[in-house]
């Protein structure tokens, strides 16, 4: 399983972007998590394998919005806040289950994409 995560990049807060992750090989879900500095990694969304069922962190609850394209899914971000600055990571791998907001239930994980809001 190889994960690509792109799509980051610089937008003034109320901005919208939307990330893509490539993940060849899985058939499992798939998460995103942000991990800001000096803080820990934290859920933001993630997506079953049918893409019909969709998990989100309060904090991003009726902001963003993942979707699923075969093997790419997408995190699309709008009504972007500068707490949401961090680095994004696209993750998946068997042993997720229900516990999708757990970074360590996931095997697979892409190498991050910078997402940067300026106030």
């Known amino acids: 399983v190889q994960l690509q995560a792109s799509g980051g990049g610089l937008v003034q807060a109320g901005g919208s972007l939307r990330l893509s992750c490539a993940a060849s090989g899985s058939r499992y879900r798939v998460g995103w998590f942000r991990q800001a500095p000096a803080k820990e990694r934290e859920f933001v969304a993630a997506i079953g394998m049918s893409g019909k069922t969709t998990y989100y962190a309060e904090s991003v609850k009726g902001r963003f919005a993942i979707s699923r394209d075969g093997n790419t899914v997408h995190l699309q971000m709008n009504s972007l806040k500068p707490e949401d600055t961090a680095v994004y990571y696209c993750?998946?791998?068997?042993?997720?289950?229900?516990?999708?907001?757990?970074?360590?239930?996931?095997?697979?994980w892409g190498q991050g994409t910078l997402v940067t809001v300026s106030s």
């Open positions: 993750a998946t791998g068997p042993r997720v289950g229900n516990f999708h907001y757990v970074p360590a239930r996931y095997d697979y």
